[in-house]
T-cell receptor, first 117, second 113 residues
């Protein structure tokens, strides 16, 4: 399997611009997660989907952030307008079952490194 | 709410030696998973090992093993025969009923030649 695929790997954008991060989960995985990693806050969960439906978006920082999963093989995380404090590594992850299901593993993509100047 | 604490921001070990990374967590749940992830300079998150809370036997994966003490809510990672490629940030994580992974702040491990 190709693993979780994220694009772009790196993006530099100007403050105020719209940013769209993309993710293709592993085929057959029912759960998709978006995480953000910063020096100040570490790794934090932004939102997760189950069977394309958003289940918990309590980690989404504010209205500038939105996430969608139009089908089982694609998800986007959009920031509009972007701000310098959004600079971070954004990870997409997927898993076949719930975290507490026996034998389950969560697989991470390689991350999208966002810099907002 | 669940919390995960890694009290060692940085550690260093000589190649071929053994090192133990500490992790404690807090939860009122009984059924949960614990994980160790490795993050090398490439930033990719790589699963090292996982432990199911209901299993008393400590998980092992080649040179990596854990010491899981459920009553003490402790989950340490032992790396035997350390190799230069083990140099990375290591994150402890908790997964429970909320279906979220809660991560610790990480331990930066440097393996010295």
């Amino acid at each position: 399997d190709a693993g979780v695929i994220q694009s772009p790997r790196h993006e530099v954008t100007e403050m105020g611009q719209e940013v769209t991060l993309r993710c293709k989960p592993i085929s057959g995985h029912d759960y998709l997660f978006w995480y953000r990693q910063t020096m100040m806050r570490g790794l934090e969960l932004l939102i997760y989907f189950n069977n394309n439906v958003p289940i918990d978006d309590s980690g989404m920082p504010e209205d500038r952030f939105s996430a969608k999963m139009p089908n089982a093989s694609f998800s986007t995380l959009k920031i509009q307008p972007s701000e310098p404090r959004d600079s971070a590594v954004y990870f997409c992850a997927s898993s076949p079952r719930r975290v507490t299901a026996s034998g389950n593993t969560i697989y991470f993509g390689e991350g999208s490194w966002l810099t907002v100047v | 709410a669940q919390t995960v604490t890694q009290s060692q921001p940085e550690m260093s070990v000589q190649e071929a030696e053994t090192v133990t990374l500490s992790c404690t967590y807090d939860t009122s749940e009984n059924n949960y998973y614990l994980f160790w992830y490795k993050q090398p300079p490439s930033r990719q998150m790589i699963l090292v090992i996982r432990q199911e809370a209901y299993k008393q036997q400590n998980a092992t994966e080649n040179r990596f093993s854990v010491n899981f003490q459920k009553a003490a809510k402790s989950f340490s990672l032992k790396i035997s025969d350390s190799q230069l490629g083990d140099t990375a940030m290591y994150f402890c994580a908790f997964g429970g009923a909320t279906n979220k992974l809660i991560f610790g702040t990480g331990t930066l491990l440097a393996v010295q030649p």
